[in-house]
Every structure is written in C-alpha cells, then in structure tokens.
Nanobody, 124 residues
Framework: VQLQASGGGLVQAGGSLRLSCTAS????????MGWFRQAPGKEREFVAA????????YYSDSVKDRFTISRDNAKNTVYLQMNSLKPEDTAVYYC??????????????????WGKGTQVTVSS
C-alpha cells in the first residue's frame, strides 16, 4: 500500500495551497481518508477526514471554515484545499487511511496506513 502526498510548499500568510494524496494497493473506496499534521516538537494532530463515500466530512476547530477535504474515488485521490493560511499551519502534512467505521480516520491510533508527508510552510 502506498499513499503519495503532494502539493506542499512555501506560501505567505493568507495564501492557499491544495494538497493531494493518491493511493495505490488498496480498495480506496472502502477507506475513510484523513489528513493529519505534525509541527516540530509537537505531536501529530488531526486536521480533516472524509468518509469512504464522501458523504461526511470532519474538521479540527483550528482549520474549520478555512480548509476543505474532498475525494475522487475514481482517481483514488483525496484532496485538502487550504485557504487563509496562517503561520501556525506550518507543519508536515500526512494523509491517512482507516477502514474503521467508528473512528473514520480521525484519530492517529486507528490509522491503517500513513503517507510519507508533505511540508507546508507559511511565512508571516
């Protein structure tokens, strides 16, 4: 199984980035997908998740109304559109896959597969 994340980079505060994560080696449409992030010296934290069907989405309070998660099951890809970026959004962003209906890719403990991460840096 591989989860390949891309789209990170350096952006000024207030700017936007779109992350993508393409999966292979698994039945993508059976997995809930999530995005997590980890800043230097901090624990990995939940950012956003989307159910296998795309019918339900979840966000952390810190990104709600600024970030949007979506998926295209035909392309085995999940996206994270990040708008109004802030310096505190700087982190390595990881995509994740979770088959558990109850946890739904919203907790690090229940993740089945992790991607390698992509760096997002927001300058002030």
């Amino acid at each position: 199984v591989q989860l390949q994340a891309s789209g990170g980079g350096l952006v000024q505060a207030g700017g936007s980035l779109r992350l993508s994560c393409t999966a292979s080696g698994l039945t993508f449409s059976s997995y809930n997908m999530g995005w997590f992030r980890q800043a230097p010296g901090k624990e990995r934290e939940f950012v956003a998740a989307i159910r296998w069907s795309g019918g339900n989405t979840y966000y952390s309070d810190s990104v709600k109304d600024r970030f949007t998660i979506s998926r295209d099951n035909a392309k085995n890809t999940v996206y994270l559109q990040m708008n109004s970026l802030k310096p505190e959004d700087t982190a390595v962003y990881y995509c994740a896959a979770d088959r558990n209906v109850r946890t739904g890719a919203r907790t690090t403990r229940a993740i089945d597969y992790w991607g390698k991460g992509t760096q997002v840096t927001v300058s002030s």
